[in-house]
């Protein structure tokens, strides 16, 4: 299994496909739901990969010159509960960093609070997001 930036059309499309198969297909979440303003030609997406085949993601923007967001961090149902996204996450914050960026953002569905937290998030419990499929808390992470 690899960990890649995705850097090219089809990189990104690989994001994609596992974002269409995790959450679109899953949950019934409409692709223009899914895929918002958030998604451009400058977003950076990190991607894991068995074989020829996508596996996992994280989406990365800026959110202001010291802080990033990561977000729509997907596992594949089949590859969970083997680190892979603990692997992708730590790839985007290390992006991240490289970029310049010395705070990580993400938005965590509730039940994910835990996994979040072992990686050194801080939930931020006054910060609900009440989305249209999930209730979210935002959490924070030094990347210095």
Sequence with gaps: MDIIRATTTAGRAGAYYVRIQAMARKHQIPLDVEFDEHDTSCTKYVVAVDNFLPIATCRLYPLDEHSVMLGRIVVLQEYRHRGIGTRVVKEAEAWAKEMGFTKA??????????????????????????????TCYRMEKSLA
């Excluded at 994910?112 to 499929?133: L, R």
Aim: aromatic share 16%; no cysteine; charged share 35%.
């Design 105 to 134: 953002v993400l938005e965590s569905r509730d039940n994910k609070i835990p996994f979040y937290e072992s990686m050194g998030y801080v939930v931020d419990f006054e910060q609900k997001i009440e989305g249209e499929t999930f």
